[in-house]
């Protein structure tokens, strides 16, 4: 139990263009999601919470119009990346804390993104 | 959340027990201390996570010392599946968010 699925798991897309990321909780919901990025060999840094049916919140450092983040269901986040470009590669990771506590934070596969 | 110091890497040997340390010295009272691993370029997947006990589960031992200070993370008979990047995060209930520091990546040789 407590899967998150992460949807796609890679995608590559030219510049200037946008990009939608999902991340589903199958089994559980969730009003709070969480979106992650992680650059080569480097460890995961967290961008932005996002809550069900409110706005997310960003971390310091992240532009909100460049990910516009919408947690429209209790089981469904995405991240949209607005115009993209190559320096946006990355690997884009999503996460969530079922209920009950036992199982901690369940992340997703990861969706690797390269910009060209 | 509080800072976690861990080793950047180390090897173990197939079948032998891995202990990995970790230092939590500015740990709060209500945060948990949290493992997590990630094999390369997959999510991180939980491990295990405990408060003040020493916790066992199908995958690790999680010893917390008496002034939960530090923490060691045991995996009992290490794969070569158990290759991995292991971070040590310390948290509270009360506050959603994870912090990843480096991590320690954990090298299993035959």
């Known amino acids: 139990g407590a899967v998150v699925s992460q949807h796609p798991s890679r995608v590559i897309c030219k510049s200037g263009t946008s990009v939608k990321i999902e991340c589903r909780s199958l089994?559980?919901?969730?009003?709070?999601m969480f979106w992650y990025r992680q650059f080569p060999k480097q460890s995961l840094m967290l961008m932005a919470t996002?809550?069900?049916?409110?706005?997310?919140?960003?971390e310091q450092g992240v532009e909100k119009d460049k990910f516009l983040i919408n947690h429209a269901s209790l089981t469904l986040s995405t991240l949209t990346v607005t115009s993209a470009h190559p320096e946006d590669s990355s690997f884009y990771i999503c996460?969530?804390?079922?209920?009950?506590?036992?199982?901690?934070?369940?992340f997703g596969s990861g969706t690797r993104l390269t910009v060209v | 959340d509080a800072k976690t110091t861990q080793p950047t890497s180390m090897d173990c040997a197939e079948g032998r027990a891995a202990n990995l340390p970790c230092n939590h010295s500015?740990?709060?009272?209500?945060?948990?201390v949290y493992w997590y691993r990630q094999i390369h370029s997959q999510g991180p997947q939980y491990i295990i996570h405990?408060?003040?006990n020493n916790e066992t589960n199908e995958m690790a031992s999680l010893i917390i010392t008496e002034d939960r200070k530090s923490s060691t993370l045991i995996l009992p008979h290490a794969t070569l599946r158990d290759t991995a990047v292991y971070y040590c995060?310390?948290?509270?209930?009360?506050?959603?968010?994870?912090?990843f520091g480096a991590g320690t990546t954990v090298t299993v040789r035959a």
């Open positions: 500015t740990i709060s009272g209500n945060e948990y």
């Open positions: 089994d559980f919901q969730a009003t709070t």
């Open positions: 996460s969530a804390r079922p209920p009950g506590f036992i199982y901690g934070y369940t």
């Open positions: 996002s809550n069900e049916g409110s706005k997310a919140t960003y």
């Open positions: 995060i310390v948290s509270s209930t009360g506050d959603y968010k994870l912090s």
């Open positions: 405990g408060l003040k």
